[in-house]
């Protein structure tokens, strides 16, 4: 009788099709199991297969993926090595991320036959990758909504993160755009709370904007955050663009990735940008040998549509990230076609940091700093001043030292902070 067994998953002859979805893994394979066993279940639980031998028959389309490549054919006990493996194209449902992720980061990721898994990796097939609309702007939101392509945006969130009366959050953002901000941006935890309500905020913060606008004659926007369930989300995207907003700020990892491309569909409908946070992404990717890598979730980002999205500050800020610098790059890569996606540099930043940053991002990225703004010694106003002056210099060519001297706001950022 026809079947297929775990061993049917294994061979490292196999050189995968154009149309197969290769995924590398690390993985940790159990006490007593050799790499080639687990590499061969990896293969068969993110696909067709099972612990127990199974009939097949007639009726019945092989959809088995192959693991075909072994970085280290033994290792150690606690001892990792990478593995390849390749996913034929009709078992996935194109354009639905949750249903390929339910196979290459499913049920494999708690399975005992390895002691830890990690997804760090995918190259997408054409077919794939273009079955999903991708962002509709992406770095180019820097010259059409600013008219800005010799520097990096600048973004602020205010802060104390949450607490801030309406008036007082859109004052602000006023302070921070005529100072020399770019786009004031919410922060992940406040949406519509009792205390600063999310229409009234949006109403109040664009006013406030179209004032700065006047007085600075530079293009201003705002990332309101309409992250909440799926429909309110959809409603909250809709009185986005109708008070006249450029963009929406959504959490990613928190809302899923069915919801990011909802709001995607319907960005597309409004002209909207979409600028992704991604709190909750170090539960998936902050230890190296197992879950998620950020480099895989940055995959997924461009693929549903997101325009900008937080990829780390290349270690220089508060929060640990991995790879900055090599997720950027894909970011910018050509896929197809599809567009890139600007990369937002946050988390513990301010002005002494932006030459390091700089140059290890380019200055095609979205710098945000809130701390790093709101914590100057004289306000808000001036604590935006000093960041633009800074990256100002970095594209004038010239040292922070020198642009202190006629940027007090830089120099005493740079008193109270210094340059590392
Ligand atoms: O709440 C915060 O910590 C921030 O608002 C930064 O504030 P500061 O500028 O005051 O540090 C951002 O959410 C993080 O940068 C997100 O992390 P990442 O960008 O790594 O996703
Ligand atoms: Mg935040």
């Not at 127990?52 to 006990?77: Q, W």
Request: hydrophobic share 40%; glycine share 10%; proline share 5%.
């Amino acid at each position: 009788m026809a079947g297929i067994t775990y061993e049917d998953f294994i061979d490292l002859s196999y050189e995968p099709a154009d149309s197969d979805l290769v995924c590398a893994f690390r993985i940790a394979p159990a006490e007593g199991m050799d790499v080639a066993d687990a590499a061969s279940r990896v293969a068969s639980e993110s696909s067709n297969g099972t612990w127990a031998a199974l009939p097949t028959g007639e009726g019945f389309t092989d959809m088995g993926a192959t693991a075909f490549a072994i970085d280290d054919g033994e290792v150690a006990a606690g001892e990792t090595t990478e593995i390849r493996v390749a996913y034929p194209a009709g078992l996935f449902e194109p354009g639905s991320m949750p249903q390929i992720l339910s196979c290459i980061a499913g049920n494999i990721l708690g399975m005992k036959a390895v002691d830890s898994i990690r997804l760090l990796d995918c190259e997408w097939p054409e077919g794939l990758a273009t079955s999903f609309m991708g962002p509709q702007f992406g770095s180019d939101v820097r010259e059409e909504i600013f008219g800005v392509s010799d520097r990096p945006i600048l973004a602020t969130v205010p802060k104390p993160k949450v607490g801030l009366s309406t008036e007082r959050h859109a004052q602000v953002g006023y302070e921070a755009w005529t100072g020399g901000v770019d786009l004031l941006k919410d922060d992940e935890n406040l949406t519509d709370q009792d205390f600063n309500p999310f229409h009234d905020r949006l109403v109040e913060s664009l006013a406030q904007r179209d004032r700065a606008e006047d007085e600075t004659g530079e293009p201003k926007s705002y990332l309101i955050n309409v992250t909440a369930g799926t429909n309110e989300m959809l409603e909250r995207v809709d009185q986005v663009a109708a008070e006249g907003c450029e963009y929406v700020m959504v959490d990613v990892i928190t809302c899923g990735w069915a919801a990011v491309q909802a709001v995607r569909e319907r960005c597309e409908e409004l002209g909207l940008a979409i600028h992704a946070h991604r709190a909750m992404h170090a539960a998936f990717d902050r230890l190296p040998h197992h879950g998620v890598s950020m480099r895989v979730l940055a995959q997924i980002a461009r693929l549903v549509g997101v325009d900008q999205l937080h990829t780390g500050t290349a270690g220089l800020g508060k929060l640990a990230n991995e790879d900055t610098v090599g997720i950027n790059a894909w970011l910018r890569d050509d896929l197809y076609g599809l567009s890139d996606v600007l990369p937002v540099a946050s988390g513990g930043l301010h002005p002494g940091l932006v030459p390091d940053l700089l140059d290890a991002t380019g200055t095609n990225v979205c710098v945000q700093a809130g701390g790093g703004i709101h914590g100057h010694p004289d306000g808000t106003h001036e604590g935006a001043k000093a960041l633009r002056a800074a990256v100002e210099a970095y594209a004038e060519g010239i040292s922070l030292e020198s642009k202190a001297d006629e940027s007090p706001a830089l120099a005493t950022a740079i008193d109270k902070w210094g340059t590392e």
